[in-house]
């Protein structure tokens, strides 16, 4: 069983959120609190070691105590360039990453992900939600990888690839179906911030 203290949890907060407006998206208000503080507290109870990948406000980051991590680039190349980071950083032999911007994320997941990573002798398994016509929907920006992928993703980076899925095609992977798809709500929009703040009280 991978215990949780090997593994180190990623709070992916290093995007340009230009769909609400180019603030920092980690730390607007989600019901009275930085919206980071939300992945910060799910996470905390699942993992070891917490990292936050950011790009700017790397002080107003650094007040939770947890090691915050740049993008090699200051090209805002994607959630990749955040795995990257996150690889290169990590002192434990599993990364698990998330987005800090779905405050509701599931309680269980570096749990289901790394019972299906031991299962299937995956490199990286990714959660998955089930849409409205029954398929499968990736949420590929949460993941479990051990933590030995960074000379893989630098090289297929240094092709000019930025696309998750198609850095998965390069490994083994597998996935876990989320049933409860709320739990990856995200906020991209001002709309989606107050519709979620409200559904979520
Ligand atoms: N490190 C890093 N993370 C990124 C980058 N771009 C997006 N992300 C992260 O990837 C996750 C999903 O991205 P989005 O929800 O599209 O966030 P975003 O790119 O900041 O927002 P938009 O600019 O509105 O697309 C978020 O957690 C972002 O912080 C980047 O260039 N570098
Ligand atoms: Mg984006």
Known sequence: MIKKEAITGLILAGGRAQRMGG??????????????????????????????????????YSVYGYAVIADETPDFAGPLAGFLAGLKAAQTPYLLTSP????????????????????TNAQLVYASTKSANGRHWAQPVFCLMRSDLADSLRTFLSKGDLKIDHWFTELRTSTVVFENEDAFANVNTPEELHALENAAK
Not at 36 to 49: F, N, Y
Not at 100 to 119: F, G, H, R
Request: aromatic share 2%.
């Open 23 to 60: 603030i920092d998206k980690g730390l607007i208000s989600f019901q009275g609190k930085p919206l980071i503080d939300c992945a910060i507290t799910r996470l905390k109870e699942q993992v070891g070691p917490i990292m936050i990948n950011a790009n700017r406000n790397i002080t107003k």
């Open 100 to 119: 800090c911007d779905s405050p509701l994320l599931p309680i269980d997941l570096a749990q289901m992900l790394a019972v299906e990573l031991e299962k």
